[in-house]
């Protein structure tokens, strides 16, 4: 298992350019999760989906959406990238009534 | 939404020593309490978890404590080495939602 991927590992954008953030995962889990993780702040929750099909928002939606394609997948869209959105994105998936959180690697994201 | 606090910010101790991270929540329909680690460029890791209904979990050199109570949990670890090194994270659930502290930098010296 690879258990939860993100793409891509890093990414400069420039203010004002969209991008989407992918996230997979294969341990067949129902809940997954989008966070942004700055220098200082810990993690703050964007974006969650409980189930396939559903989405809501987390403690700092704005200026994000996201899409729960399926199952497996789970993607994060900048629709207009401004500099406050420089921060590293994590997913993270959970197992239907289960606690334990697995995380993905990372996505360093930069917008100048 | 949560409110989470976590002391000290930053913490180091001789090599040997135990170190002793804070957590306080204000939601008291929380019924899950995680810690985590993350290194340096690296995922967060869970490395202990305490439901609401014990009071103390150990695992060899970690171990939790949960006042639900008084809204605070606590990660001890003890024997300090230089690979404990690490930012630690408390992150209380209710359920579908975590709400993270904003970490303990802690420094183990050799």
């Known amino acids: 298992n690879a258990g939860v991927t993100q793409t891509p590992k890093f990414q400069v954008l420039k203010t004002g350019q969209s991008m989407t953030l992918q996230c997979a995962q294969d341990?067949?889990?129902?809940?997954m999760y989008w966070y942004r993780q700055d220098p200082g702040m810990g993690l703050r929750l964007i974006y969650y989906?409980?189930?396939?099909?559903?989405?809501d928002k987390g403690e700092v939606p704005n200026g994000y959406n996201v899409s729960r394609l399926n199952k497996r997948e789970f993607s994060l869209r900048l629709e207009s990238a401004a500099p406050s959105q420089t921060s590293v994105y994590f997913c993270?998936?959970?197992?239907?009534?289960?606690?334990?959180?697995?995380f993905g690697p990372g996505t360093r994201l930069t917008v100048t | 939404g949560e409110n989470v606090e976590q002391h000290p910010s930053t913490l180091s101790v001789q090599e040997g020593d135990s170190a002793v991270i804070k957590c306080t929540y204000s939601?008291?329909?929380?019924?899950?309490f995680p810690w985590y680690k993350q290194e340096l460029g690296k995922r967060p890791q869970l490395i202990i978890d305490?439901?609401?209904?014990?009071g103390e979990k150990k695992d060899q050199r970690i171990a939790v404590t949960l006042n639900k109570t008084a809204k605070h949990f606590s990660l001890h670890i003890t024997e300090t080495q230089p690979e404990d090194s690490a930012v630690y994270f408390c992150?209380?659930?209710?359920?579908?939602?975590?709400?993270f502290g904003t970490g303990t930098s802690l420094t183990v010296i050799p």
């Open positions: 939601d008291s329909a929380s019924n899950y």
């Open positions: 305490i439901r609401s209904n014990v």
């Open positions: 993270a998936s959970l197992r239907q009534g289960a606690y334990e959180q697995y």
């Open positions: 989906s409980a189930s396939e099909g559903t989405t």
């Open positions: 341990m067949n889990h129902n809940s």
């Open positions: 992150a209380p659930s209710t359920g579908n939602q975590f709400y």
